[in-house]
Structure formats: structure tokens, C-alpha cells
């Protein structure tokens, strides 16, 4: 069991830890400690309950639904097309961020913009459901759980270190020109992933 778990957290670990949408919005919402709790655990729990899904054997349905995938992928693309402009629009006049600014969401605009981060994102359910689901077959009855169980502590372990941690960067963010950098990456991130969605999609039809 506890080589299983550790095949989960290790897999787990390796899908989430990279740049993306969700890891870009909750390390904003980190820097300027604005509702960090409440995003990184919506986050993790996702993760968990997508992951458990697929580890039921959810991830075979998900990848034969063409329907499901291009209508995820579509909405996705638009959603992230969107919040590519504001990161731009936010770098051309950034400032000096602390936590209770104007600028920052307020909590039920952070709930729903984390949420959609998470779940208009198909790569998500490819991630989670599809790929971690099928690897679990290797497992059987207790060591599957114990896949499964291991693939969301990674969740749990990246979000909260990750919303949490950002906090130690403060001092650098401090300056308004660092705002300008950070949004222009993640506004660069957002535009690319919505242009490769975007592609996906008409690749499909």
C-alpha cells in the first residue's frame, strides 16, 4: 500500500506542479494573501474528488464524450482567452499589491473565477480523471485507494504550499514593477493556453 500511495503522490505531484492557469491565479491570490484558504482548498478538494472519480472508473465515460470534451475545451478557451486581457490590461497599469486592496477579488468573484479555472479547463479531467484513472488499474482493491488517496495529498501538499508559500515573495512584489512582470507572464500563459484550446477544439470538429 505504501508503495502505491507513493506512486500516486508521485504521479499526482508531477501532473499539478507546473505553470498553468489555476497554479497562476492561486499564486496572485497568494501574493496578495487575499482569500487563500478557501481558493487552495477548493482547488484541493477538486483535484480529490476528480481523482476519486477516475479512480472509479469515471475516466472511461470522460474519454469516450467527444460532446463533453469540446464543449469543456470551448469554454475554456474562452474563459482563459478573457483572463489573459485583464492580466494585460492590469500590466499596463500595475501597482504595489497588499492584501485588502481595491484591486483584489472580492470572495464570492474568487470562488467562481477558482472554479472556473478548474473546471473549464479539460486538461483537468485528461490530468485527473483520464490519465490518473487509468494508471490506477494497476492496483487493486486497498493499493487503489491507497493510488488514489496519494495523488491528493500532491493536490493538497502543491495548493496550500503554493498559496501560502507565495507570501514569502512579498517583499519582492512590493514594487509595482514586479506586478507588470507577473502579469504579463501570466497574461502570456493564459493567452497561450486559450490560443492552444482554441486550436483543439477546431482540430476536433
Not at 483572463?83 to 467562481?112: C, I, Q, T
Amino acid at each position: 500500500m505504501l508503495s502505491a500511495g507513493f506512486s500516486g503522490f508521485a504521479l499526482g505531484g508531477s501532473l499539478i506542479i507546473a505553470i498553468g492557469a489555476q497554479n497562476a491565479f492561486i499564486l496572485r491570490q497568494g501574493l496578495i494573501r487575499s482569500h487563500v484558504f478557501i481558493l487552495c482548498l477548493i482547488c484541493a478538494l477538486s483535484d480529490a474528488l476528480l481523482i476519486a472519480a477516475g479512480v472509479a472508473g469515471l475516466g472511461t465515460v470522460v474519454s469516450r464524450s467527444p460532446v463533453l470534451i469540446s464543449a469543456v475545451t470551448l469554454g475554456g478557451a474562452v474563459f482563459l482567452g478573457t483572463y489573459s486581457f485583464m492580466a494585460f490590461r492590469r500590466a499596463a497599469k500595475p501597482g504595489a499589491m497588499v492584501a485588502g486592496a481595491p484591486e483584489s477579488l472580492g470572495l464570492k468573484a474568487a470562488v467562481m473565477t477558482c472554479l472556473a479555472f478548474t473546471f473549464l479547463n479539460p486538461h483537468v479531467y485528461l490530468d485527473t480523471v483520464v490519465l490518473l484513472g487509468s494508471l490506477s488499474a494497476a492496483f487493486e482493491g486497498a493499493e487503489r485507494v491507497a493510488y488514489g488517496a496519494g495523488a491528493a495529498v500532491a493536490s493538497f501538499a502543491w495548493f496550500f504550499g503554493l498559496g501560502y508559500g507565495a507570501r514569502f515573495l512579498a517583499p519582492l512584489f512590493a514594487r509595482p514593477a514586479a506586478w507588470r512582470v507577473l502579469d504579463v507572464v501570466i497574461g502570456v500563459v493564459m493567452g497561450l493556453l486559450a490560443l492552444g484550446l482554441f486550436w483543439s477544439f477546431l482540430s476536433g470538429q
